[in-house]
């Protein structure tokens, strides 16, 4: 698979006569065609510095940022021309119904055939009947739809995600999402950011944890939530709690502990003990209902990687 | 459509169709023009003056307003652009910055010679105005069209990196030009001597003078108003080329939204 966006050791401080800030600091990742690859980090780790490194609006003062092969800082006029950008924290120009809006769109990027594309993707979006609305005026999700209507209207091949999901409701989240998983199926490539973990964990393929402008670590979902270090809980629901942690005692490896009525938690240094804490359960006078692996959320692997932990 | 031209057609597009919902706009081109015309008018008739200085006023207002709606739209349009939090899109976009530029002075050459138009009639059924000669009429508006293009590149230069502090200025700025340039009055009985080469200099200085000229109250000088004209539209061009790649530089344009 072809290689979609390329960083490669950039650095960029914003100075002033106070202060200077490194925001990037020898930033490198890769993202393939057609992937979905979510950027996280807190507010001020360099992520729209990043973005807007790619998007060409932003000079770094070291290293480069290509997309599919063009340099954005050189080249960023035949970069601009293949990508676009939707942010969560956007409006709509003032006065301009969300049809005229789109066609002002369309002719910044000479789309070809403008007025069915904007037809189209109103339909797509479930826009359509409102076509003749102050786009300013519309609910956050009728916007944020309008807004991905905006940015696919040059069939961008790299859409760049700023947070567009931020400030929805549930249901209008949720069909962003689906958007969001529907621009996969489409081969485009789709650069994320969120700080909704549950969101980059459903819809990214890789993802780049990205802190005091350096990537912290880099993989899929499963692979970060692998390298998450630390202790490993097995919960167990029964009847007689105390019966379990006296059957448990003496298994190497193993500590329980009762966490409160009919539910005990079995620390072990690795799930390979599940099979001896099953057969030492078999001894046990009360009744077990479940036993499962307790798995790390993605929100403890953020923060473990954003405290310095999960290393590649 | 060539891409160039449809990016240039986009800016003008969206500043026209704005107007449709936006009072402010849509006073900017029917309302104030309106009310300064009878202003003036009203103040010159009641003196009781020579019919050449009315004609005079007159003849200053047309090309002000040119020169004014250049500017004006050149950095209102990025402006809004910013109130709206979609500026970052446009950057985002392939437009360059002189797209940019051509494409809101087309917008503000429409409404320059929208409300000319309307002046040319009011003061026709008013006052009797006809245009003593269209050719000069139509040199003084053009340099006077460019003279406002030249200001848009210096306060747009300066909206990349003062964003809304510029579109204050874009007011201001006509205004001081037009008091500098003497639009309604003569510079050499105005201003002191020693200050009057220097305002010479000034291409809608120039301007003025030639439009003055056609009723006997200004001198043309065809050479100082083209190299005029020339040296300050490059000085705008360099300033606003210069400020743009030091606003990419320093990530004045960048905050998405």
Same mark, same amino acid.
């Given at each position: 698979?072809?290689?979609?966006?390329?960083?490669? *050791?950039?650095?960029?401080?914003?100075?002033?006569?106070?202060?200077?800030?490194?925001?990037?600091?020898?930033?490198?990742?890769?993202?393939?065609?057609?992937?979905?690859?979510?950027?996280?980090?807190? @507010?001020?780790?360099?992520?729209?510095?990043?973005?807007?490194?790619?998007?060409?609006?932003?000079?770094?003062?070291?290293?480069?940022?290509?997309?599919?092969?063009?340099?954005?800082?050189?080249?960023?006029?035949?970069?601009?021309?293949?990508? *676009?950008?939707?942010?969560?924290?956007?409006?709509?120009?003032?006065?301009?119904?969300?049809?005229?809006?789109?066609?002002?769109?369309?002719?910044?990027?000479?789309?070809? *055939?403008?007025?069915?594309?904007?037809?189209?993707?109103?339909?797509?979006?479930?826009?359509?009947?409102?076509?003749?609305?102050?786009?300013?005026?519309?609910?956050?999700?009728?916007?944020?739809?309008?807004?991905?209507?905006?940015?696919?209207? @040059?069939?961008?091949?790299?859409?760049?995600? /700023?947070?567009?999901?931020?400030?929805?409701?549930?249901?209008?989240?949720?069909?962003?999402?689906?958007?969001?998983?529907?621009?996969?199926?489409?081969?485009?490539?789709?650069?994320?950011?969120?700080? *909704?973990?549950?969101?980059?964990?459903?819809?990214? /393929?890789?993802?780049?944890?990205?802190?005091?402008?350096?990537?912290?670590?880099?993989?899929?979902?499963?692979?970060?939530?692998?390298?998450?270090?630390?202790?490993?809980?097995?919960?167990?629901?029964?009847?007689?709690?105390?019966?379990?942690?006296?059957?448990?005692?003496?298994?190497?490896?193993?500590?329980?502990?009762?966490?409160?009525?009919?539910?005990?938690?079995?620390?072990?240094?690795?799930?390979?003990?599940?099979? /001896?804490?099953?057969?030492?359960?078999?001894?046990?006078?009360?009744?077990?209902?479940?036993?499962?692996?307790?798995?790390?959320?993605?929100?403890?692997?953020?923060?473990?990687?954003?405290?310095?932990?999960?290393?590649? | 459509?060539?891409?160039?031209?449809?990016?240039?057609?986009?800016?003008?597009?969206?500043?026209?169709?704005?107007?449709?919902?936006?009072?402010?706009?849509?006073?900017?081109?029917?309302?104030?023009?309106?009310?300064?015309?009878?202003?003036?008018?009203?103040?010159?008739?009641?003196?009781?003056?020579?019919?050449?200085?009315?004609?005079?006023?007159?003849?200053?207002?047309?090309?002000?307003?040119?020169?004014?709606?250049?500017?004006?739209?050149?950095?209102?349009?990025?402006?809004?652009?910013?109130?709206?939090?979609?500026?970052?899109?446009?950057?985002?976009?392939?437009?360059?910055? =002189?797209?940019?530029?051509?494409?809101?002075?087309?917008?503000?050459?429409?409404?320059?010679?929208?409300?000319?138009?309307?002046?040319?009639?009011?003061?026709?059924?008013?006052?009797?105005?006809?245009?003593?000669?269209?050719?000069?009429?139509?040199?003084?508006?053009?340099?006077?069209?460019?003279?406002?293009?030249?200001?848009?590149?210096?306060?747009?230069?300066?909206?990349? =990196?003062?964003?809304?502090?510029? =579109?204050?200025?874009?007011?201001?700025?006509?205004?001081?030009?037009?008091?500098?340039?003497?639009?309604?009055?003569?510079?050499?009985?105005?201003?002191?001597?020693?200050?009057?080469?220097?305002?010479?200099?000034?291409?809608?200085?120039?301007?003025?003078?030639?439009?003055?000229?056609?009723?006997?109250?200004?001198?043309?000088?065809?050479?100082?108003?083209?190299?005029?004209?020339?040296?300050?539209?490059?000085?705008?061009?360099?300033?606003?080329?210069?400020?743009?790649?030091?606003?990419?530089?320093?990530?004045?344009?960048?905050?998405?939204?």
């Amino acid at each position: 698979m072809e290689e979609a966006i390329s960083v490669q *050791n950039v650095f960029k401080d914003y100075r002033s006569r106070k202060e200077t800030v490194h925001a990037l600091n020898g930033v490198s990742l890769s993202v393939k065609e057609g992937e979905i690859f979510g950027l996280l980090g807190p @507010n001020g780790a360099g992520k729209t510095t990043l973005i807007s490194i790619l998007v060409g609006i932003l000079s770094p003062d070291n290293g480069s940022a290509k997309i599919f092969g063009k340099d954005c800082s050189t080249q960023a006029r035949q970069v601009q021309e293949q990508i *676009n950008v939707v942010s969560g924290f956007s409006g709509a120009i003032g006065a301009l119904s969300v049809e005229e809006s789109l066609t002002y769109y369309a002719m910044l990027y000479n789309v070809g *055939n403008p007025k069915e594309t904007i037809e189209r993707l109103l339909r797509q979006m479930d826009l359509y009947d409102a076509r003749d609305w102050v786009a300013e005026y519309l609910s956050s999700g009728m916007r944020q739809r309008f807004f991905i209507c905006r940015g696919l209207l @040059n069939d961008p091949k790299v859409l760049i995600l /700023d947070e567009p999901t931020v400030g929805l409701d549930v249901e209008s989240a949720i069909a962003v999402r689906n958007i969001i998983r529907g621009l996969r199926k489409e081969g485009r490539t789709v650069l994320l950011t969120t700080h *909704n973990m549950f969101e980059a964990q459903e819809l990214c /393929d890789r993802i780049a944890f990205i802190n005091g402008g350096k990537i912290l670590s880099t993989g899929t979902p499963a692979e970060l939530k692998g390298r998450l270090s630390g202790e490993r809980v097995i919960e167990i629901h029964c009847s007689e709690e105390k019966c379990v942690v006296d059957s448990l005692r003496g298994l190497k490896g193993v500590t329980a502990e009762i966490k409160s009525a009919k539910l005990v938690h079995v620390k072990v240094d690795s799930y390979s003990r599940t099979r /001896d804490i099953m057969r030492a359960l078999a001894d046990c006078g009360g009744d077990i209902y479940s036993v499962s692996e307790m798995e790390p959320s993605f929100e403890e692997v953020y923060l473990n990687a954003m405290r310095g932990g999960n290393d590649e | 459509m060539n891409d160039s031209l449809s990016r240039m057609l986009s800016q003008a597009y969206k500043n026209i169709t704005t107007i449709r919902r936006n009072t402010f706009r849509l006073a900017d081109i029917v309302v104030w023009p309106i009310l300064y015309l009878f202003t003036l008018t009203f103040f010159v008739t009641y003196l009781g003056s020579d019919k050449s200085y009315l004609y005079m006023v007159i003849l200053g207002m047309l090309g002000w307003r040119a020169m004014y709606f250049l500017n004006m739209d050149m950095v209102s349009s990025l402006t809004e652009e910013y109130w709206a939090k979609s500026l970052a899109y446009l950057f985002a976009s392939p437009i360059s910055r =002189f797209e940019i530029a051509m494409g809101t002075a087309l917008s503000g050459a429409l409404k320059g010679a929208f409300v000319i138009a309307i002046y040319l009639v009011l003061t026709n059924v008013l006052y009797g105005f006809t245009v003593p000669d269209w050719w000069l009429l139509a040199i003084g508006v053009l340099f006077l069209c460019l003279s406002g293009f030249t200001m848009g590149l210096f306060t747009l230069g300066l909206a990349y =990196f003062y964003k809304e502090e510029a =579109f204050n200025l874009s007011f201001i700025l006509p205004d001081v030009i037009a008091l500098l340039s003497g639009v309604y009055f003569s510079i050499d009985t105005v201003y002191p001597a020693a200050v009057v080469p220097f305002i010479r200099l000034l291409p809608t200085t120039q301007a003025f003078e030639l439009l003055k000229s056609m009723v006997g109250l200004g001198h043309a000088d065809y050479f100082m108003l083209v190299a005029t004209s020339a040296v300050w539209l490059a000085a705008g061009y360099l300033f606003n080329g210069f400020m743009y790649e030091r606003a990419r530089k320093e990530g004045k344009l960048a905050r998405l939204g």
